[in-house]
């Protein structure tokens, strides 16, 4: 099977930056995408960013230009740099990796979560 560990969420000012890290393991054949959503109280959970294979990007347009996402396929992990952070990104942050594992389908897996908060 396959497990998903995040790290790296935190207690941070406003406009500073933190880099949350999502690091799969087990019996993993392909990356199809990678995802980083967000869920804040009462709120629906969002897409804040994705990477697919061929390392194309795309962002919510909340976070363009403040947050990166990147890959590194041989170590099947996706970090999400967060910069310039405001109260409103605080939220519950979720990885999201659509892989091909030992079934040979892509199957979806969700990280535990990380508690990114910003204080103003």
């Known amino acids: 099977q396959v497990q998903l560990v995040e790290s790296g969420g935190g207690l941070v000012q406003a406009g500073g930056s933190l880099r949350l890290s999502c690091a799969a393991s087990?019996?993993?054949?392909?990356?199809?995408?990678l995802n980083w959503f967000r869920q804040a109280p009462g709120k629906q959970r969002e897409l804040v960013a994705a990477?697919?294979?061929?390392?194309?990007?795309n962002y919510a347009a909340s976070v363009k230009g403040r947050f990166t996402i990147s890959s590194d396929n041989a170590k099947n992990t996706v970090y999400l740099q967060m910069n310039s952070l405001k109260p409103e990104d605080t939220a519950v942050y979720y990885c999201?990796?659509?892989?091909?594992?030992?079934?040979?389908?892509?199957?979806?897996?969700w990280g535990q979560g990380t508690q990114v908060t910003v204080s103003s």
């Open positions: 999201n990796q659509r892989l091909r594992d030992s079934s040979f389908r892509i199957n979806d897996y």
């Open positions: 087990g019996s993993i054949f392909g990356i199809n995408a």
């Open positions: 990477i697919n294979s061929a390392k194309s990007t």
